[in-house]
């Protein structure tokens, strides 16, 4: 499998794990000083994890398109992407989309999340 390949799998996972509210997964993936900006600011680790564990506004439904990764050296990447999701936000159902960013990082054999960002459109 290519590096561009595993990533677009565990940018694909991470989506996943937020929809069913799977904290345990972001805990393992998501590195100790990563960041996440968008328009509610920046959050650490720390803030992700219980978020996506309470997932109190459920994605319902996510799309992502146009993935595109960039090799920054032989153990970092940067992906991006148009990501359609729908959401379950104060008991309606709501369909946005987002320009993503993430950066990725190997540690070991795997791949760690340290960034990512986006941009509701």
């Given at each position: 499998m290519t590096v561009e390949t595993e990533l677009e799998q565990l940018e694909e996972e991470m989506w996943r794990a937020?929809?069913?509210g799977d904290g345990s997964?972001?805990?393992r993936v998501v590195r100790d000083?990563?960041?996440?900006?968008?328009?509610?600011?920046?959050?650490g680790k720390a803030d992700i994890v219980p978020t996506i564990?309470?997932?109190?506004?459920?994605?319902?439904?996510?799309t992502l398109a146009d993935l595109k990764v960039l090799r920054i050296s032989d153990d970092s990447a940067l992906v991006t992407y148009k990501a359609t999701v729908t959401a379950l936000i104060s008991a309606a159902e709501?369909?946005?989309?987002?320009?993503?960013?993430s950066v990725y990082t190997r540690d070991g054999d795997e791949w760690r999340s340290v960034f990512h960002q986006q941009t509701e459109v």
């Open positions: 937020n929809r069913e997964f972001y805990d000083d990563a960041l996440v900006v968008s328009k509610y600011g920046v959050a564990t309470k997932n109190e506004n459920p994605f319902l439904k996510t709501r369909t946005f989309q987002v320009l993503a960013t």
